[in-house]
């Protein structure tokens, strides 16, 4: 029962597991930490001093003594002997505390590992504070099951006697913004950096690009943290998914912990992680029950210990509803670098109310997620079919609140939403007539009293949101200021029209052509989005043509003009900017083509073709970027790509390399980002299989046998599949 050897401690001292370990806990800095903690303190006391018939006149064995203190009162209430194990050299101060309390006549410190050392006795009662964040990392309650093995009485009691683990689902959005302010903030600083050292001493780092996202990304976005949470940042029930006696539990039970969990969501939110805590109680043994029960609880709904929780985030996160269920399993293992540390595995789904298969594939609207904290999970670089389709099926039931902007455009956002279904062969999932009826009911027809009144605003709203009551007979419709179709969506509503089999006969196609007319800048040719005070663009001029195009009526259009326009945007560079002088864009460049293609002028653009492929072709870096030194989008995708594809050059495109970054941009659930590693909208995820579709559909590729999803063909100078033909009633 003696100190360890100075040789001995000199060797161990030198190991990993003592730097990685134990050396802090020598530090008083770190003891005080611990003393600080009320509610540990609390709980200790509580247990020790209402449960005296645990103590007095016993034998103690104190496992990681630490500062002295559980010893001290252990020996106040009433303790025999009290034998004091501590490894590190805070075993000098817990000696000078036990000394200045008048306690070291009961108390033998030893300075050792509970491994090494020798009894002269067993004992009544192991009490210990082993506990790490989560409960197992440190994995110190190895030594207490050695000590307990070794030393406890058959009859002894352990201190705690009980421990459990739980889990939770919680939103708190102050962590999310924080994790990815850090993830963006540092791929912004490696495309500085990587310019600097290209500039400064002419070396290319960017091949490192993808490795150092993926490296920031496991650290930001899916490493477990300690986290003070309060109850309000849980969305949900608490699960408890272990449990273990502690006087009967071996080193299996704990080195590997695996368990099912299903955990009810309380409330609408956004689930944005797990948060995980302990509780241990200290409840005697079966010969000698507590007299008192205690628990020491490390939960949201008491206040903060130095324990904290662990929160394993989900990024991005996911929104939920009232009823809705996380369904799946979890896996807590110990790291084979470093046994003191975890691996935290989850592999769960969300199970709607509506669902009735508790299968991990889910049914519809169910999402499968695998995350191992502490080993990064990363986007998925296939194609998930399914998972799209349900992306835009949700959208177009309902959308999200960043939306909120957009309603006024509803009907683009819709539009986007049916054809990427149509790309996907998944239409018969929609109510077809009932859209197809929301959307007559958006058309703005001439003013019954006299068509000159809105001669200018005819065609179709962008959303349910103003004018006059939806619907009414259009002999009866009388126009009111600001009731103005959109240019943008008068073409959405007639391509979803199209595309979901309706005929047009209910459009007031000679109205809309005649809104054509007031919308054209006769001046420039350049066309306006609405009659009165909009931006004109190249973009109008596209939607013009392509209205023309579906209503095979031309006579809204001054061609001439238009030409003149077009061809004044023409750049040196071999570009197309949206208007005179502007900068060369790949969207700008797409639109221009793609109306002299609609109207059959493509021989009349005033530049070398050579030029125009050159422009776009030096656009793809992997994905295309739209303008000169930008990143990559996913939607140039389709801008560069479809253009190169009407001029016939779509056999110059990377098709592996832009299919890699498009699939990079799909989102764990459903739909596709803008960039890697943010939130997708159903502009960019319709685009993207946009060009999945014209590289998928291509008798090049076909060529190159590169695996691409299957997808409907596109009529590329609408931006759609190929309409339907329309059944004669």
Known sequence: MTDISPDKKKQWEASSDFANYFCTYAYIYHQKQMLSDDLRMQSYRDAIFENPNHFKDKVVLDVGTGSGILSIWAAQAGARKVYAVEATDIAQQARKVIKANGQD?????????????????????????????????????????????????????????????????????????????????????????????????????????????????????????????????????EVEFAKWDLRSCTLDDIKEVKASFSMPISIMSRFGGIAGWFDVDFNGCPENPAEKEVTLTTSPFVQPTHWGQQVFPLYPPMQVCEGDMVVGDIAVMRRT?????????????????????????????????????????????????????????????????????????????????????????????????????????????????????????????????????????????????????????????????????????????????????????????????????????????YCACAISYILDDWSGIDMTAMMRFINSCLNYDGGIGLTTGAESHGGAVFVAIASLFLSGRMMQLNCEQTELVRWLVFRQQGGFQGRCNKDPDSCYAFWNGATLDLLGKHSLVDVPSCKKFIYSCQFPFGGLCKYPDTVPDVMHSYLSLAWLSIASNSTTNKDNEEELPTLAPLDTKLQVPFFPEVVKK
């Open 105 to 237: 006549h009961i108390i033998t410190v030893i300075q050792s590992k509970i491994e090494d050392v020798e009894l002269p006795e067993k004992v009544d009662v192991i009490i210990s504070e082993w506990m790490g964040y989560f409960l197992l990392r440190e994995s110190m309650f190895d030594s207490v099951i050695v000590a307990r093995d070794r030393w406890l009485k058959p009859e002894g009691a352990m201190f705690p006697s009980h421990a459990s683990m739980s889990i939770a689902p919680m939103c708190n959005e102050d962590n999310s913004n924080k994790r990815f302010s850090e993830f963006s903030s540092a791929m912004d600083g490696w495309r500085n950096f990587v310019d600097n050292t290209k500039v400064s001493w002419g070396v290319d780092m960017s091949v490192l690009g993808n490795d150092f996202r993926k490296e920031q990304e496991q650290y930001s976005l899916h490493t477990s943290s300690w986290e003070e949470l309060s109850a309000g940042d849980l969305i949900g029930d």
């Open 337 to 541: 670098d470093n046994q003191r540390l975890m691996n935290v595995k989850f592999d769960f789904r969300i199970r709607r109310p509506e669902d009735d298969d508790e299968s991990m594939t889910g049914p519809p609207n169910s999402a499968t997620q695998k995350i191992t904290f502490l080993i990064h999970a990363t986007m998925s670089l296939s194609f998930d079919r399914e998972l799209h389709v349900r992306y835009f099926l949700k959208n177009l039931r309902g959308l999200p609140t960043p939306y909120a902007s957009q309603d006024s455009q509803r009907v683009v956002l819709a539009f986007f939403c049916i054809h990427g279904l149509a790309l996907l062969g998944e239409l018969e999932r929609v109510n077809k007539r009932q859209i197809i009826d929301w959307v007559y009911s958006l058309q703005v027809p001439p003013d019954c009293r006299d068509g000159s009144l809105n001669a200018g605003d005819c065609g179709f709203r962008g959303g349910t949101y103003m004018g006059n009551v939806f619907g009414c007979p259009p002999a009866q419709y009388e126009s009111e200021v600001y009731d103005s179709s959109n240019i943008a969506s008068t073409f959405a509503a007639l391509c979803i029209l199209r595309t979901l089999g309706d005929d047009l006969s209910r459009v007031n196609k000679a109205a809309i052509t005649n809104s054509l007319k007031h919308l054209q800048n006769k001046k420039t040719g350049c066309f306006s989005s609405t009659n009165a005070g909009s931006e004109e663009d190249m973009r109008f001029v």
